[in-house]
């Protein structure tokens, strides 16, 4: 049981509620049969359960407006304005417009990175001087780096990996250092304090083939012993180019630019 005052809200609260809707109700009823909702003050009848009207209020000049004698008009320059409005930070939604203009980001990852003001921190930290990979950029944000934020409950402010860190690590899939696969078990390897990307590269032996000439040898190979899918393709089935690729990265431990590969398998096989 709640105190008399506890019950008396309550009672109160059940008291409006009712009016309101009826009040809902009512003006709902005169705007679908084509009427116009007067403006007025209208008293609520708790027990016919209806509201009646009161007095009409028309003009501004019904509702007693006026000005307050002891309170000074101010007046604010056109000057002051745009002084004013120069030492605002940037709003969200100027900020999503610069991002979808300067970056070519779509609407949605424009959004997604300024729903936060440290997020889109980050992420325009990390285009200082990458800025050709901004998609890139975007993906790796909102993804692995969003990914492991999330499963570990680490602000963006606390990332164990900073944005120029993972910039360089972007940016080494840009220039061909790394493929997007190999890339993933870098990040990993830079989350858990390993090093740099270049460190990691360096020390694990992960920077990727992009020899022409080895890379053609080992494609020939592997379309020398497979003559039966090598059919199967001439034959129309382009899926079985997927088969090719992963015998190649087989055969190179992952390292091989996916981009030759499959460049010099179409030749090839065609």
Known sequence: MGTRAELKNINSFKFLEKAINLEVERQQDILEEGGEVAQETRLYDSVKHETRSMRSKEEANDYRY???????????????????????????????????????????????????KPL???????????????????????????????????????????????SLLVSRIGDDTISGKIAKDVFKAMWSGEGSADEIIAAK????????????????????????????????????????VGQIMKATGGKANPKIINQLLRKKLQ
């Open 66 to 116: 006026f000005p307050d004698p002891d309170l000074l008009p101010i007046e604010i320059s056109d000057a002051l304005l745009l002084e004013i409005k120069a030492q605002l930070p940037e709003l969200p939604l100027e900020k999503k417009a610069r991002f979808i203009k300067a970056f070519a980001l779509s609407e949605y990852d424009a959004e997604i990175l300024t729903a936060q």
């Open 205 to 244: 032996g992960l920077k990727q083939m992009s020899d022409t000439g080895e890379i053609e040898s080992i494609v020939d190979e592997i379309i020398a012993n497979n003559t039966p899918q090598v059919a199967q393709f001439k034959s129309g089935n382009e899926k079985i180019l997927g088969f090719f």
């Open 120 to 166: 889109a921190d980050y992420f325009e930290t990390m285009l200082k001087g990458n800025e050709s990979n901004a998609k890139l950029c975007a993906n790796w944000v909102m993804g692995e780096l969003s990914a492991l934020l999330n499963k570990d409950q680490i602000e963006i402010q606390n990332s164990p990996v900073s944005a120029p860190d993972l």
